[in-house]
């Protein structure tokens, strides 16, 4: 129910634990009668009879799929990363490149066979959470049950710990955190959590500018491509790019990262995103970079674009670059 839709607002305290209220709507005309109980969810009954209840998710569930994922992601390459990979080695005609596109996969199986990490580099971990508004945590706090999940992941697999405590002192944390935590609210009774183990051998080859309107779309393509030619074999290429346009400074960088996250073999609804994609990958590829900075066709797996509304006045733009070993999983409680 919107705020707007409210006429009459009454708390009725029962007891210690328990406070009932009720809530009034002419819109709707309907009294909404509700419960806030001891442990800290609620319930919202309407005339009809009707019970809307909160969803109680224990920390704990969050803590165990965090570390099953921080494993998991960083043994097992995506299946679509894997295919991609795969088509652009049969599409290949440059020799060498073809051969390491063929010790990439080779690469890919001996991590599966042996349970052993893709790459050295087992990175920073960003974790993405879509939470219901009908879920109510309970049981602990979820950030500190997100950080324990990485803890307990990184050591039982072990996996490098890359996370210094402060960026100027040095000094390792010791156990991979903090987790870079980013949260969106959404309607439901789920969370979709994404877990994204960041290397920083692509991740310091990425970018952002604050571009004039005027610059437009071939602004774009400028920068996208400047960054890519910039960051040459450093980002163990063949690479997977995200960009992010609009918003403001920092959202076109969140939104970057949250491009690195779609499935490589999704298209955008939106077709002239969809064209733009198709042509900065066509080009990108034909700088001749390719796979390990040693030539040849494949220079980037994938370009995959988000865009949000911005100012009048700007144009934001931030190029982040995942290396070949695109890795991130979803789970959904």
Partial sequence: ???????????????????????????RKKMFRGIHGKGGGFMLQWESGGTKSVRRIHVEEIREAIAQMAIHSNTFLP?????????????????????????????VRLSEEENIPLCQDTGLACVFLKIGQEVCFEGGNLY????????????????RKSVVEDPLRRKNTGDNTPAH?????????????TFAPKGFGSENMSQIKMLSPADGEQGVI??????????????????VVGVGIGGTFDLAAL?????????????????YYADLENLLLKKINELNIGPQGFGGDTTALAV??????????????????????????????
């Avoid at 400028?222 to 290429?237: E, H, I, M, S, W």
């Fill in 79 to 107: 299946q679509d990363v894997e295919q991609v990979i795969k088509n652009r080695k049969a599409e290949e005609t440059d020799s060498r490149a073809k051969d390491i596109l063929e010790k990439i996969e080779s690469n």
């Fill in 222 to 239: 400028d920068f996208v491509l400047q960054v890519v030619k910039d960051a040459g074999g450093n980002p163990c290429p063949p690479i």
């Fill in 304 to 333: 995959k674009i988000l865009a949000a509304p911005t100012h009048i006045a700007g144009l934001p733009v931030a190029v982040n670059i995942n290396c070949h070993v695109s890795r991130h999983e979803k789970v959904i409680i």
């Fill in 144 to 159: 500190e049950a997100i950080h324990q999940g990485v803890r307990d992941g990184y050591e039982k697999g072990f996996l």
């Fill in 181 to 193: 935590i980013h949260v969106d609210m959404v309607e439901g009774n789920q969370v979709e959590l």
């Fill in 255 to 271: 939104l970057a990262k949250k491009a690195l996250l779609i499935p490589l073999d999704q298209k955008p609804e939106d077709s």
């Fill in 1 to 27: 129910m919107k705020r707007a839709e409210i006429n009459e607002f009454v708390f009725h305290r029962n007891a210690p634990s328990e406070v009932r209220f009720d809530i009034f709507s002419k819109k």
